[in-house]
């Protein structure tokens, strides 16, 4: 029963994944693929990793989705109706196949000759989780154990922003990104009125049960991301100007804390980000909580990209 | 193999594989850059599913998957996204310069859109 399942998930992954290379439309093709998001998220469930499928759910088929959308309507708009479709050379095509059939062949290959019995971790990450205070491993992997690659990531996602920011042109740098579509329809304003209040709610549990069950910062804070852009959309609350003082201390804010409780270890628990045992947790959970408005302002400010308004004065 | 044999680990291993050709595909295949980026993105989740499988498999202690695969998928996604949303703001900015939204060379005939 499990296996059928299985089989009927993987075969719709892999068709809507065909159905993405083949149509001609790109909005059709972004649609799909925010179904293929959902669907990976089951997918997630059934190999046992429910942080992932939530992290997938939100971030890889939402606001994924949504950056995509907006950037199909931005071209769409833009583009002279020149309606026929694109055509791929044929022999390049052949080749791309061929190449991308020897890629998936190859890594067809690798798992199937995984070795048995399997390595892992789970043991020596379950062995040492009392010191941590926490009863989610994972967590205790992305803030304990490995918080070094977390702590890089967060500094990878504001690099992105600036490196988003920097495509401002020059009149309009510091301004506001404008999101609010000229006429929202109703149901967006009535959603952007009524789901945030539970969007809050949800994210504010997450961060806390994160610790010792599935949830955490990314999935707190890309569900708040995605309730601030909801809000920006509807128009309900303009987006801050980029060179607000206060938006790029609390997006700097999560990361510097980190950092400070980072080297902090050197002088109380003898390393970078090591946490001295009896307050463990509690710094864990400060993090967490710094990084999640952190992550939640700077997905937001990704997807709604470079200013388009010039500063006010 | 016979199919009774095969796990789900094993199965959505493959399906990972199957994903990431196809999504190689639409990077090297397609002209349009926003269906590259939709392209990238599948490649993208077809490794992470591998790396799932990986993680399933080292099931151990009680855990339905080793923990630590799981926490740099999750780290993945996250610069995955992050990657797009800069992709994203290129092609938006190469458009608005341009009027294209395609690397290939322009079709003869065309001229390019003033910069507005």
């Given at each position: 029963?499990?296996?059928?399942?299985?089989?009927?998930?993987?075969?719709?992954?892999?068709?809507?994944?065909?159905?993405?290379?083949?149509?001609?439309?790109?909005?059709?093709?972004?649609?799909?693929?925010?179904?293929?998001?959902?669907?990976?998220?089951?997918?997630?469930?059934?190999?046992?990793?429910?942080?992932?499928?939530?992290?997938?759910?939100?971030?890889?088929?939402?606001?994924?989705?949504?950056?995509?959308?907006?950037?199909?309507?931005?071209?769409?708009?833009?583009r002279q109706a020149d309606g026929a479709p694109r055509?791929?050379?044929?022999?390049?095509?052949?080749?791309?196949?061929?190449?991308?059939?020897?890629?998936?062949?190859?890594?067809?290959?690798?798992?199937?000759?995984?070795?048995?019995?399997?390595?892992?971790?789970?043991?020596?990450?379950?062995?040492?989780?009392?010191?941590?205070?926490?009863?989610?491993?994972?967590?205790?992997?992305?803030?304990?154990?490995?918080?070094?690659?977390?702590?890089?990531?967060?500094?990878?996602?504001?690099?992105?922003?600036?490196?988003?920011?920097?495509?401002?042109?020059?009149?309009?740098?510091?301004?506001?990104?404008?999101?609010?579509?000229?006429?929202?329809?109703?149901?967006?304003?009535?959603?952007?009125?009524?789901?945030?209040?539970?969007?809050?709610?949800?994210?504010?549990?997450?961060?806390?049960?994160?610790?010792?069950?599935?949830?955490?910062?990314?999935?707190?804070?890309?569900?708040?991301?995605?309730?601030?852009?909801?809000?920006?959309?509807?128009?309900?609350?303009?987006?801050?100007?980029?060179?607000?003082?206060?938006?790029?201390?609390?997006?700097?804010?999560?990361?510097?804390?980190?950092?400070?409780?980072?080297?902090?270890?050197?002088?109380?628990?003898?390393?970078?980000?090591?946490?001295?045992?009896?307050?463990?947790?509690?710094?864990?959970?400060?993090?967490?909580?710094?990084?999640?408005?952190?992550?939640?302002?700077?997905?937001?400010?990704?997807?709604?990209?470079?200013?388009?308004?010039?500063?006010?004065? | 193999?016979?199919?009774?044999?095969?796990?789900?680990?094993?199965?959505?291993?493959?399906?990972?594989?199957?994903?990431?050709?196809?999504?190689?595909?639409?990077?090297?295949?397609?002209?349009?850059?926003?269906?590259?980026?939709?392209?990238?993105?599948?490649?993208?989740?077809?490794?992470?599913?591998?790396?799932?499988?990986?993680?399933?498999?080292?099931?151990?202690?009680?855990?339905?998957?080793?923990?630590?695969?799981?926490?740099?998928?999750?780290?993945?996604?996250?610069?995955?996204?992050?990657?797009?949303?800069?992709?994203?703001?290129?092609?938006?900015?190469?458009?608005?310069?341009?009027?294209?939204?395609?690397?290939?060379?322009?079709a003869?005939?065309k001229?390019?859109?003033?910069?507005?």
């Amino acid at each position: 029963m499990n296996l059928l399942l299985d089989l009927a998930l993987v075969a719709w992954l892999v068709v809507l994944a065909l159905h993405v290379a083949r149509t001609g439309d790109d909005r059709n093709a972004i649609v799909a693929f925010i179904a293929f998001g959902l669907l990976l998220g089951l997918a997630w469930t059934r190999l046992g990793a429910i942080d992932v499928a939530l992290t997938e759910a939100a971030i890889g088929g939402g606001i994924t989705g949504l950056l995509l959308l907006r950037a199909e309507a931005h071209l769409r708009r833009g583009r002279q109706a020149d309606g026929a479709p694109r055509q791929g050379g044929g022999a390049k095509t052949i080749v791309a196949a061929l190449a991308s059939a020897v890629v998936a062949l190859g890594l067809g290959l690798a798992v199937l000759a995984f070795p048995s019995p399997a390595p892992t971790l789970a043991q020596p990450a379950l062995a040492a989780i009392d010191a941590t205070g926490l009863g989610n491993p994972v967590t205790a992997v992305l803030l304990a154990y490995r918080a070094l690659d977390t702590l890089l990531e967060k500094v990878v996602v504001l690099l992105a922003l600036l490196g988003v920011w920097a495509l401002t042109p020059d009149n309009l740098w510091g301004g506001a990104p404008e999101l609010k579509e000229a006429n929202p329809p109703q149901p967006l304003l009535y959603l952007a009125r009524t789901l945030p209040p539970f969007g809050v709610l949800i994210a504010v549990y997450m961060v806390w049960v994160g610790a010792d069950a599935p949830g955490g910062t990314f999935q707190a804070g890309s569900i708040l991301a995605a309730m601030w852009l909801l809000v920006m959309l509807a128009g309900l609350s303009p987006a801050p100007e980029t060179r607000s003082r206060l938006l790029r201390l609390l997006l700097v804010g999560g990361p510097a804390l980190f950092f400070a409780i980072g080297f902090l270890g050197f002088a109380v628990a003898g390393g970078f980000l090591a946490y001295p045992k009896p307050l463990a947790k509690a710094l864990i959970v400060g993090i967490e909580a710094a990084l999640t408005v952190a992550i939640a302002l700077a997905l937001g400010l990704l997807v709604a990209g470079p200013s388009n308004k010039a500063p006010a004065r | 193999m016979t199919l009774a044999a095969l796990d789900s680990a094993t199965l959505f291993g493959l399906c990972g594989a199957a994903l990431a050709g196809i999504g190689l595909f639409v990077v090297i295949a397609h002209p349009g850059l926003l269906r590259r980026l939709v392209g990238f993105n599948i490649l993208g989740a077809g490794i992470f599913m591998v790396f799932g499988a990986v993680a399933r498999r080292g099931a151990a202690a009680g855990l339905p998957g080793d923990p630590v695969p799981q926490a740099m998928v999750i780290t993945g996604i996250v610069v995955a996204f992050s990657a797009s949303a800069l992709a994203v703001a290129l092609l938006r900015r190469l458009f608005d310069l341009t009027g294209r939204d395609s690397l290939e060379p322009p079709a003869a005939g065309k001229t390019p859109r003033a910069e507005s």
